[in-house]
């Protein structure tokens, strides 16, 4: 059975231009241009709903009832705080309507929706670790957040003990039950065009 660190491994080219991407640089910096993080968050605001969705459904397929506890108190937590954040920076922004989705939005909808409804637990859980690992390894990567919390909470949403555990959580469960290739390569591909679609 191939493991994460392995999978990571095969995938390290598009990981890591996803992870050294622009957008990382200029989110550290707080520098991001108000009309690309604007684009962003409103593509990201679609991303997460599809996201809640799918962890809703790796609760209910999880094959053990810890790993669906652990799974079913990051949702509270992303339903929560992350939405929460949502909710300020697209009005900070100005976003006052649902975004069209872009391509790699559309993608990420159907690989997450795809996965959903195959109700397979190792699927879910694989498109998840590529959704958080790789996010806590940018958000790991840039320095000090920036003094204005539109920057900072996004980033510290990211990053720091609990996350790091969460990420830890997935990589585990991943490596119990078995990754599915094909839907680690195919989220890894869809993030990094993720932020090359935030230049528009
Ligand atoms: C596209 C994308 N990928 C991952 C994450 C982190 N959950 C996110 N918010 N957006």
């Given at each position: 059975?191939?493991?994460?660190?392995?999978?990571r491994?095969?995938?390290?080219?598009v990981?890591?231009?996803?992870?050294?991407?622009r957008?990382?640089?200029?989110?550290?910096?707080?520098?991001?241009?108000?009309?690309?993080?604007?684009r962003?968050?409103?593509?990201?605001?679609?991303?997460?709903?599809?996201?809640v969705?799918?962890?809703?459904?790796?609760?209910?397929?999880?094959d053990?009832?810890?790993p669906?506890?652990?799974v079913a108190?990051?949702?509270?937590?992303?339903?929560?705080?992350e939405?929460?954040?949502?909710?300020?920076?697209l009005a900070?922004?100005?976003?006052?309507?649902?975004?069209?989705?872009?391509a790699?939005?559309?993608?990420?909808?159907?690989?997450?929706?795809?996965?959903?409804?195959?109700?397979?637990?190792?699927?879910?859980?694989t498109?998840?670790l590529?959704?958080e690992?790789?996010?806590l390894?940018?958000?790991?990567?840039v320095g000090?957040?920036?003094?204005?919390?539109?920057?900072a909470?996004?980033i510290?949403?990211?990053?720091g003990?609990?996350f790091?555990?969460?990420?830890?959580f997935?990589?585990a469960?991943?490596?119990?039950?078995?990754?599915?290739?094909?839907?680690f390569a195919?989220?890894?591909?869809?993030?990094?065009?993720?932020?090359?679609?935030?230049?528009?």
């Open positions: 059975m191939i493991t994460s660190a392995e999978l491994h095969r995938h390290a080219e990981w890591d231009a996803a992870v050294g991407h957008f990382v640089d200029e989110l550290g910096a707080g520098t991001v241009d108000d009309a690309v993080l604007a962003y968050l409103a593509q990201d605001a679609l991303f997460l709903d599809a996201f969705a799918l962890l809703g459904a790796a609760v209910a397929a999880a053990r009832p810890g669906r506890m652990v108190r990051q949702l509270g937590l992303v339903a929560g705080d939405d929460d954040y949502f909710a300020r920076a900070r922004l100005g976003v006052d309507a649902p975004a069209e989705p872009l790699p939005t559309s993608g990420f909808l159907a690989l997450m929706d795809g996965s959903r409804r195959s109700a397979d637990y190792a699927t879910a859980m498109v998840l590529v959704a690992w790789l996010y390894d940018w958000a790991q990567r000090d957040e920036p003094a204005d919390w539109l920057y909470e996004w510290a949403l990211h990053r003990p609990a790091a555990a969460w990420v830890a997935l990589r469960e991943v490596d119990r039950v078995g990754a599915d290739e094909q839907a195919r989220a890894v591909e869809l993030e990094l065009a993720f932020f090359d679609a935030a230049y528009g």
